[in-house]
């Protein structure tokens, strides 16, 4: 883009960038006779566009598992005693920050794979403000603004930001260690995940383009509203609840952020192609902050995601996206949990970490846990990684829905009990009832021995459910569209098992109640839109949990804080529709359960999980035909959270068997493991044929052939098999 020197240009040029990126129809874009809007909108809108994808050139630098020490406490110097430490401590990567370039010869000579820090600068992608933005979550006209002042997505700020990504990028596209640029750190179209309903821009005209290409019939006026608005409306019947004014602006605010960074990524790529670009510090799946990751995954070739947040859903949407994690040492932790996070993140298709060094050195000499530490990263980055750098991953014919709009009307339902307070709420990976039912849903399979892999909306609207898939798992899937409601119905009639939890399709995409849920003839249920809160789980909410009340608690204490209906240890959630409905819808199967997982984590942390327990969400699972074929057992059941994933990579197939531990993070990413129990447990790992050339990746030991193999499992650590060719019987 030219220099812009006046105001006048500065405003022809924002308002070719609002079109630019948030028009629905670019030239030449045509809508079929009789075509769904929202197909429409998913099959031509910018947002759904994807960047650059090279994953063959990505692997050639991303070959091995990296793990990126940032040298925030560093004391050891960048020197020969601080590469001498790498080698010996096996870390084989490192970060230069804003451009720097002053740290190059030492990664060069150390051969110390990095990435570049906020190449896009600090301040306009993550923003920081003084009060906490409390004087700007009431006003839906404020816009988006920081301590640096308003830092609106526009033309203006495209160009300044391209200017500084271009110079950054040409200082460091020399190093022949170089592997990603980071535009920023903790990177959101607010701050982190904040309920700041700001415009992100003065073009109140592109919203007006957008709408009328979002809506395709019959678009509404645009408003401007704040969650403020919501709180009146709880009292209503459900066809008279309308959130959309709300979600529609917020909709769009996602899709500005993503084309925005999208024109980010695309710049550094115009300075250096071979290298992927992306951000750092990404947070949950949500409905503040621009985390809608069927959008984000579009527009990012590199992502550091903390763990616990967005970890399957990104290696499902982004298969080719180089993904890390952040690595915290936790003094009060023993090291078992830097090993088990190590191995986890690698069985879990994640490509290395970025350290966070604080209590690494006492002056310069390594504190006792890294001596405890490196040999699993050493054997990580040195050997095992590169085996499965590469590799893609493989599910068990288990696909889960990712739907945005749920996301959306899951915030506005949860936030009914925080009343006026709403703009505290900031940890929804903690409280929000899509984040818990996700993650029950996540537990309940891979405890199961059953592994998955998510499905985006647009997808689902564009093409159908994938043929690789069995069965489609609909976490609380509160909003769907007319289109998305057909491909579901498509696939089950096509021999699909539909399973969803509650609540299923009572809202439409822009979060408008409806009077019959967009599934009901699926399902063989009924709703008439006359339900109130009172039909819903205690009654008192709409949602299971008082999320206010259970703010400052744990599990328990969040799950007692109403009290519905249990049956088979599980919330009801509509009393009057029964539970476990089954139809035969085809040559496929409708599954409806009216029960929410959530109680599920409970029942973890204390313990009381088996496959019994977890049969009345697995059994539909297991009906349509999906079998684990890794079946771990020990002492001839299966052992409590144990999983096991599953790779292929040159004709081979790659088997970890771990522990499946709780992971929460803040959203500075600070990481704690719950639950993780040590020792080694003998295990039986048994197949469903004759396995050929298997090896223990582990000890080199040639295992041969054979269905059944005795085996030892490092309980904080990982069991490593490959094999030649592919699972037997898929």
């Avoid at 308002?15 to 099959?43: N, Q």
């Avoid at 992927?276 to 959008?295: A, E, L, R, S």
Wanted: hydrophobic share 35%.
């Amino acid at each position: 883009m030219p220099r812009i020197k006046t105001k006048s240009d500065i405003k022809k040029s924002l308002i070719v960038f609002a079109l630019g990126c948030c028009s629905l129809f670019p030239a030449g874009a045509t809508r079929a006779a009789g075509e769904d809007p929202y197909l429409t909108y998913v099959r031509n809108a910018p947002e759904f566009k994807a960047v650059r994808q090279d994953p063959a050139a990505w692997t050639a630098r991303w070959n091995t598992w990296v793990y990126m020490p940032w040298r925030f406490k560093w004391t050891i110097g960048t020197g020969d005693e601080g590469g001498q430490f790498c080698k010996d401590y096996g870390f084989n990567g490192g970060f230069t920050d804003h451009g720097d370039t002053s740290v190059l010869p030492w990664l060069d000579k150390w051969n110390l794979k990095f990435y570049n820090d906020h190449t896009a600068a600090k301040g306009y992608l993550c923003l920081q403000d003084k009060d906490g933005f409390k004087s700007f979550k009431r006003d839906a006209r404020a816009i988006r603004r920081g301590a640096k002042g308003e830092a609106a997505l526009d033309a203006a700020l495209l160009q300044k930001l391209k200017a500084l990504v271009t110079g950054n990028v040409n200082k460091l596209k020399k190093s022949p260690v170089r592997i990603a640029y980071a535009l920023d750190d903790e990177v959101s179209s607010g701050s982190f995940l904040k309920p700041i309903p700001w415009r992100m821009n003065a073009d109140d005209k592109a919203y007006e383009t957008w709408l009328a290409g979002y809506y395709g019939v019959n678009p509404p006026a645009a408003q401007y509203v704040t969650p403020d608005f919501l709180q009146p409306q709880y009292g209503r019947k459900l066809s008279e609840l309308d959130f959309s004014p709300l979600l529609d602006r917020i909709t769009y605010n996602d899709s500005l952020w993503a084309n925005f960074l999208g024109d980010l990524v695309e710049c550094s790529n115009t300075a250096d192609p071979e290298t992927p670009c992306g951000f750092v510090g990404g947070q949950t799946p949500n409905m503040w902050g621009g985390y809608d990751y069927v959008k984000l995954t579009k527009k990012i070739q590199f992502i550091e995601a903390y763990l616990g947040t967005a970890q399957s859903i990104i290696r499902s949407l982004g298969p080719k996206i180089p993904q890390v994690t952040t690595h915290f040492h936790q003094d009060k932790a023993d090291v078992a949990s830097d090993i088990w996070q190590t191995w986890w993140c690698l069985a879990n298709g994640n490509r290395g970490m970025i350290g966070w060094v604080d209590g690494w050195f006492d002056d310069k000499v390594p504190r006792k846990w890294l001596s405890e530490y490196k040999d699993t990263n050493k054997e990580v980055s040195s050997v095992q990684g590169m085996k499965v750098a590469g590799a893609k991953w493989i599910h068990d014919g288990v696909a889960i829905y990712y739907s945005q709009a749920s996301i959306q009307v899951s915030w506005c339902l949860d936030i009914e009990a925080h009343g006026k307070t709403w703009g505290n709420r900031g940890d929804d990976a903690v409280h929000g009832t899509w984040s818990n039912v996700r993650t029950a849903w996540e537990y309940l399979l891979t405890d199961s021995g059953i592994q998955y892999n998510w499905v985006g909306y647009d997808d689902l609207i564009l093409n159908g459910v994938p043929k690789e898939f069995k069965v489609l798992i609909l976490p609380s899937c509160y909003a769907l569209s007319d289109i998305e409601a057909k491909r579901i119905r498509d696939f089950c009639e096509a021999g699909g098992t539909v399973i969803a939890d509650f609540a299923c399709g009572i809202f439409d995409q822009h979060g408008k109640g409806r009077k019959a849920g967009a599934l009901d003839d699926l399902f063989g249920i009924k709703h008439d839109g006359n339900e109130t809160k009172k039909d819903f789980f205690a009654g008192s909410l709409w949602v299971e949990t008082n999320q206010d009340k259970g703010f400052s608690g744990g599990t328990r204490k969040r799950l007692e804080t109403l009290s519905p209906k249990l049956q088979d240890g599980f919330a009801v959630a509509e009393p009057k529709l029964g539970v476990k409905h089954t139809m035969k819808v085809g040559m496929g199967t409708a599954v409806y359960l009216n029960l929410s997982p959530q109680r599920y984590h409970l029942y973890r942390e204390e313990g009381k999980t088996d496959d019994a327990q977890r049969a009345v969400f697995t059994g539909p699972v297991l009906a349509a035909g999906i079998k684990p074929w890794v079946k771990v057992t020990a002492a001839g059941k299966r052992p409590t959270n144990v999983e096991a994933t599953y790779f292929t990579k040159n004709g081979r197939t790659w088997v970890f068997i771990l522990q499946n531990a709780r992971v929460t993070s803040t959203a500075l990413g600070d990481t704690k493991t719950e639950g993780l129990t040590g020792g080694r447990l003998p295990i039986e790992v048994e197949f469903p044929g004759v396995l050929q050339g298997v090896v223990d990746e582990r000890s080199g030991k040639q295992l041969g052939a054979g269905s059944k193999f005795k085996l030892e499992l490092p309980m904080a650590e990982a069991v490593m098999l490959s094999f030649a060719g592919t699972p037997p019987g898929r």
